[in-house]
């Protein structure tokens, strides 16, 4: 069963860090944009990062939220199938619910923000940032 599978979340205070991880199993997703999305309540889902094929440039182009933008970082690591989000200086609104999925299309040069072109959505893990 191809599925992804998001780990790393946690309760943390304003300023600090996590890294969440993002696995794959089932197949290789070396072909495709994975992209993280978040959701806090009462607000819809939406787009934090994304990474490409690694073929694109080296370790893949990148796309980020601007809301996150020189905070987080995206990398993939292909031979163990796994996305991680590094998230550093931590704000009280980042506080939501964080997963990972995969594009629809092959070798996007691009990662895209739109949430209805990605699939294989994983379960999702918390993170809460205390003030």
């Known amino acids: 069963q191809e599925q992804l599978v998001e780990s790393g979340g946690d309760l943390v205070q304003t300023g600090g860090s996590l890294t969440l991880s993002c696995a794959a199993s089932?197949?290789?997703?070396?072909?495709?944009?994975i992209a993280w999305f978040r959701q806090s309540a009462g607000k819809e889902r939406e787009f934090v990062a994304g990474?490409?094929?690694?073929?694109?440039?080296?370790?893949?182009?990148?796309a980020y939220a601007d809301s996150v933008k020189g905070r987080f970082t995206i990398s993939r690591d292909d031979a163990k199938n796994t996305v991680a989000l590094q998230m550093n200086s931590l704000k009280p609104e980042d506080t939501a619910v964080y997963y990972c999925?995969?594009?629809?299309?092959?070798?996007?040069?691009?990662?895209?923000?739109?949430?209805?072109?990605?699939?294989?959505w994983g379960q999702g893990t918390q993170v809460t940032v205390s003030s």
């Open positions: 089932g197949r290789s997703f070396a072909a495709y944009v």
């Open positions: 999925a995969a594009d629809k299309a092959l070798l996007r040069s691009v990662p895209i923000a739109t949430v209805s072109e990605y699939i294989h």
């Open positions: 990474i490409t094929w690694s073929g694109w440039s080296g370790g893949g182009n990148t």
